[in-house]
Nanobody
Framework: QVQLVESGGGLVQAGGSLRLSCAASGRTFTRYAMGWFRQAPGREREFVAS????????????YYADDVKGRFTISRDNAKITVYLTMNSLKPEDTAVYFC?????????????????WGQGTQVTVSS
């Protein structure tokens, strides 16, 4: 069982930056695949970014939603099993609760992933 805890949300002005963290605990794997989703008021939950990596091969793959490419960066810390979402050039449209999720397939491709473990979310509010 994997436990995920998000942190780093807050209030920021448009054009500003935030870094979200997702700390995983409970199990160890040779592959990890985790992603960020967001839920805005009155909107469906949407995919933001994902990352997968192999401890054995030291390989990393990332995926991004089109509307965050060039602004958001997903990264990881192998030692801590922690995934980060660095958000730059934030827009009011980015306001949402951001959730971290773990993909049981181990590959992180949002087209084929099985995000079966979820954190509780962290609020990001971007003011104009």
């Amino acid at each position: 069982q994997v436990q995920l805890v998000e942190s780093g949300g807050g209030l920021v002005q448009a054009g500003g930056s935030l870094r979200l963290s997702c700390a995983a605990s409970g199990r160890t794997f040779t592959r990890y695949a985790m992603g960020w989703f967001r839920q805005a008021p009155g909107r469906e939950r949407e995919f933001v970014a994902s990352i997968s990596w192999s401890i054995q091969w030291s390989s990393v793959s990332t995926y991004y939603a089109d509307d965050v490419k060039g602004r958001f960066t997903i990264s990881r810390d192998n030692a801590k099993i922690t995934v980060y979402l660095t958000m730059n050039s934030l827009k009011p449209e980015d306001t949402a609760v951001y959730f971290c999720a773990a993909d049981s397939t181990g590959w992180g491709d949002p087209r084929t992933a099985d995000f079966s473990s979820w954190g509780q979310g962290t609020q990001v509010t971007v003011s104009s």
